[in-house]
C-alpha cells in the first residue's frame, strides 16, 4: 500500500469520526475558554456512569470500571494507536499518573474497534512500546468518548466524585496541565 493511500485513508477516518462526535454532541464553544461551566455557572454534570471494559495491559488488568467512579475523582485520556499526538502525550500522563497516585481513577481509553481496526494484541503492543503502565480502557460504541471528548485527539477530561466535569481538554498537554486539572477535581471534593 502506497503511503498516500494510508494518509488518505487515515484523513478520511479521522473525517467520520468528527463527524459522529458532531453528530452526538453538536459543535464545540470557540469562546477560548476550556471552562467546562454551563451558560447558568454551575459545573456540567453527566448523571449516569458508564462501564467500561479494561484490557490486560502493563498496568491494567482485565475487568470493567464505572466513569464516573462514584468513591473518587476519575481522570479520562482519550486516544488513538494512529494519533501521533497520542504517543507525544505518553511521557506527561506517565509523569502524571505517578503524581496524583491513587487519589483518582487514572485511564486512558480508545474508542477504536479492537478486534477489526487493530487486535487487542496490537493495542497492547502499542501500549508497551510507548510506556503505558495505568489503566487502560476500550469505548467499542463511543458512549464515553461522545460524552467527554473535549475535542480532537488527544483529550483529556477530569469528574469529580459527584459526576461534575471539573476540566477538559484536548491537545498535547504537559504533566503539570494533567495535574492542575485533576487538582481542581480534587479541590472540588474537598470542598463539597
Not at 502524571?96 to 503492543?125: I, P, Q, Y
Not at 502499542?126 to 463511543?142: R, S
Request: glycine residues 10%; negative net charge.
Amino acid at each position: 500500500m502506497r503511503r498516500r493511500d494510508v494518509l488518505a485513508g487515515i484523513g478520511s477516518l479521522s473525517v467520520i469520526g468528527t463527524a459522529g462526535v458532531l453528530a452526538i454532541r453538536g459543535p464545540p464553544s470557540f469562546d477560548g475558554t476550556d471552562d467546562p461551566e454551563n451558560s447558568n455557572g454551575s459545573a456540567s454534570t453527566a448523571t449516569d456512569s458508564i462501564t467500561i471494559e479494561t484490557v490486560d495491559a502493563p498496568g491494567s488488568e482485565a475487568g470493567e470500571v464505572r466513569i464516573p467512579a462514584p468513591d473518587r475523582a476519575t481522570f479520562v485520556d482519550f486516544f488513538g494507536t494512529w494519533c501521533p499526538p497520542c504517543i507525544e502525550q505518553m511521557p506527561a500522563l506517565a509523569e502524571a499518573n505517578d503524581r496524583t497516585g491513587d487519589d483518582v481513577l487514572f485511564l486512558s481509553v480508545t474508542s477504536e474497534a479492537v478486534g477489526s481496526s487493530v487486535t487487542e494484541e496490537e493495542l497492547v503492543g502499542w501500549w508497551d512500546e510507548h510506556g503505558g503502565n495505568w489503566l487502560l480502557g476500550l469505548d467499542p460504541t463511543a458512549e464515553l468518548t461522545a460524552r467527554y471528548l473535549a475535542g480532537g485527539y488527544p483529550s483529556a477530561v477530569v469528574i469529580d466524585a459527584d459526576g461534575r466535569v471539573q476540566w477538559s481538554n484536548s491537545g498535547v498537554k504537559t504533566a503539570d496541565e494533567l495535574v492542575a486539572g485533576i487538582e481542581r477535581a480534587l479541590e472540588a471534593e474537598a470542598d463539597a
